[in-house]
């Protein structure tokens, strides 16, 4: 629900509470567990396919949640629900009102983040600039699929490919996709003979 962090955290919580009986084609298992479900909100952040900025984003609530989750009738659950187009879709139920009607201490949080995100889409700059780094190094392992055949490849070559790409051909590494930076061929191979990796005999 990316509108929630638009809200006041009162018209959030009357806006979340019971989200997922207006789900389409939707069948919530735990709700036979579940007390009061219409105060409950089901809160996904990320799925199969999603880019680095969601998963990375989706740690940080996580991690944030993760509190909620204890003892035995916990105002958060994680969830994971099967999706006819993602395969599966990522996050978690929480409770949105306590039995007196009360806002939880759970949603407070939550609906913090999604202020936070609203304001500027990050939650943990140096968490996504990680992400960024070590997809793109398995990029250009990937993208190296034709050239390994080609040169001799010393231990720690990733690593020197992507500094001489980072210097010499900057926007080869750049994130473009949110899913970090794939080199072409063609810089590969001029980073390859650059770095006077030897050619396969």
């Known amino acids: 629900m990316p509108t929630l962090g638009t809200l006041t955290l009162e018209d959030a919580a009357k806006k979340a509470a019971g989200n997922w009986q207006r789900f389409d084609s939707f069948v919530w298992f735990r709700d036979k567990d579940v007390e009061n479900t219409d105060k409950w909100a089901i809160i996904y952040t990320h799925n199969r396919d999603s880019g680095l900025l969601d998963q990375s984003n989706a740690s940080v609530i996580a991690k944030a949640m993760a509190p909620f989750t204890e003892g035995d009738d916990p105002d958060v659950v994680f969830e994971s629900h099967s999706h006819w187009a993602v395969g599966h879709v990522d996050g978690f139920s929480v409770r949105v009102f306590d039995g007196d009607g009360e806002i939880t201490e759970a949603?407070?949080?939550?609906?913090?983040?999604?202020?936070?995100?609203?304001?500027?889409?990050?939650?943990?700059?140096?968490?996504?600039?990680?992400?960024?780094?070590?997809?793109?190094?398995?990029?250009i392992e990937d993208a190296a699929w034709r050239l390994k055949n080609e040169f001799e490849l010393p231990e720690g070559w990733v690593w020197s490919v992507y500094d001489w790409l980072s210097e010499h051909r900057s926007?080869?590494?750049?994130?473009?996709?949110?899913?970090?930076?794939?080199?072409?061929?063609?810089?590969?191979?001029?980073?390859?003979?650059?770095?006077?990796?030897?050619p396969v005999e």
């Open 171 to 198: 926007g080869e590494v750049e994130n473009v996709d949110d899913r970090g930076g794939y080199p072409s061929e063609e810089a590969m191979r001029e980073a390859f003979e650059a770095l006077d990796f030897e």
């Open 107 to 139: 949603f407070r949080k939550y609906h913090e983040l999604a202020e936070a995100m609203h304001d500027y889409a990050i939650l943990d700059e140096e968490g996504y600039s990680e992400r960024e780094l070590e997809a793109t190094l398995e990029n």
